[in-house]
């Protein structure tokens, strides 16, 4: 995602956590407008950060192999409080911790240590579980797995909570549909899956499981156990695990844009317009893949969002390298095209369709901005929707015509 529906604006000491809404609250129901599972119903040990500390002893007693670290004490503790609430022993802790090796469980480990040991003071990067996605794409990870098992990990995260807030039909239904297209399961279960009977909940929930267990059978162990450790939200808002599952499925995005951009630029270079078009295409895929996802985001309440952004301080999309990579790549790529002394005309369409369909998303990211913040100021300094407006007229091949 961009800058707006992100982060707090501005720096400085951490705001402290609001527990006046029902965003944040853990007496009030789970669910969409209200806290999380865990926040709403804990293991009596994840509240408490002892059990942490108990198990990373025993780890670094036991030689800190990689393999067996206790990454569920420490989850289970930090999704039950929050990452902002969390103490400076359990910090300290995590700090210390020093992954020997460059590969496997060690990468990994190392990879996740920057998500969970930033406290209050932590980057977009951290917030989002970068690092362990980067990793994951130089390994060679499908960017369609990785939206995959984000998507059934929504899917799942919004169901569990149905029972108890109906509110929660809308991003259900939108998560679930985005998942079947995701999945490429529309052949299964139709292109929609909007049950409208009078267990309409319990429908929901059983597509929902059925989906969420056929799509991760199409996705690497890899992949999932990425998914599985990147979500350490700053807050006790159900939503705020929605809203960072989605900034990592828009960055897989990106990531994989800039990605295409750059081998089309490598493939022209080498004459092969018909690969460098191929890869465009590819690109415009995925972005235009996120119609569905934003219609996700669209359910996000105001009072929710607020929480969020008062509880992400500095931690701003404005600082998605991802995103800068994919507008600073494509003036590249028309130069080369240029210099190559290949007809342009062979390759444009593709362009201007990735062009077309950037352009599209940003202009949905600045409607969803207005109706979910308004016109307030937007993360990272910036002026919020007018920010996100002006940013929707920057094309990606300005040169273009």
């Not at 569920?72 to 700090?95: P, Q, S």
């Not at 899917?155 to 549909?177: I, N």
């Not at 890899?222 to 700053?234: C, D, F, G, H, M």
Request: one cysteine or more.
């Amino acid at each position: 995602m961009t800058a707006a529906l992100s982060s707090a604006p501005g720096a400085g000491h951490a705001p402290a956590i609001r527990t006046d809404t029902p965003a944040d609250d853990p007496s009030r129901a789970p669910g969409v407008g209200g806290p999380s599972l865990m926040a709403a119903r804990p293991e009596p040990a994840d509240l408490d950060p002892r059990r942490a500390l108990r198990e990373l002893a025993r780890w670094r007693g036991a030689g800190q192999d990689a393999a067996s670290f206790p990454y569920r004490a420490v989850l289970g503790h930090y999704r039950t409080v929050g990452k902002n609430a969390v103490g400076d022993e359990l910090l300290t802790a995590l700090r210390a911790i020093r992954p020997q090796g460059g590969a496997g469980p060690a990468r990994l480990l190392a990879d996740w240590l920057p998500q969970v040991v930033d406290g209050r003071h932590g980057d977009y990067a951290g917030y989002a579980g970068i690092p362990v996605y980067t990793s994951l794409a130089e390994n060679g990870a499908s960017t369609d797995h990785v939206i995959t098992a984000l998507l059934a990990d929504i899917v799942e995260t919004e169901t569990a909570t149905l029972a108890g807030a109906p509110a929660g039909r809308p991003r259900a239904r939108a998560a679930l549909r985005a998942l079947i297209a995701a999945a490429g399961l529309a052949s299964r279960y139709g292109t929609t899956s909007t049950p409208r009977a009078p267990d309409e909940d319990a429908a929901l929930v059983r597509a929902g499981a059925e989906a969420a267990r056929a799509a991760r059978e199409r996705v690497t162990a890899e992949v999932l156990r990425a998914v599985e450790l990147t979500l350490t939200p700053t807050t006790r808002s159900h939503d705020e695990q929605m809203f960072i599952r989605l900034i990592q499925i828009f960055e897989a995005v990106f990531a994989a844009v800039a990605r295409a951009v750059e081998a089309a630029t490598e493939a022209v270079g080498t004459g092969r317009i018909d690969l460098a078009q191929k890869l465009l295409d590819e690109a415009t895929r995925h972005v235009t893949g996120t119609s569905g996802v934003f219609r996700v985001l669209t359910t996000m309440p105001k009072d929710a969002f607020a929480v969020i952004r008062a509880n992400t301080d500095g931690r701003s999309a404005v600082q998605s390298r991802t995103y800068r990579a994919v507008e600073r790549s494509c003036p590249t790529l028309h130069l080369a095209l240029a210099r190559s002394g290949l007809p342009e005309d062979e390759l444009a369409p593709a362009m201007a369709e990735l062009d077309a369909a950037w352009g599209a998303m940003k202009r949905t990211h600045w409607g969803i901005t207005m109706k979910v913040i308004g016109t307030v100021r937007g993360t990272g300094g910036t002026d919020g929707a007018s920010y996100l407006r002006e940013a929707a007229e920057v094309r990606l091949f300005p040169a273009l015509g």
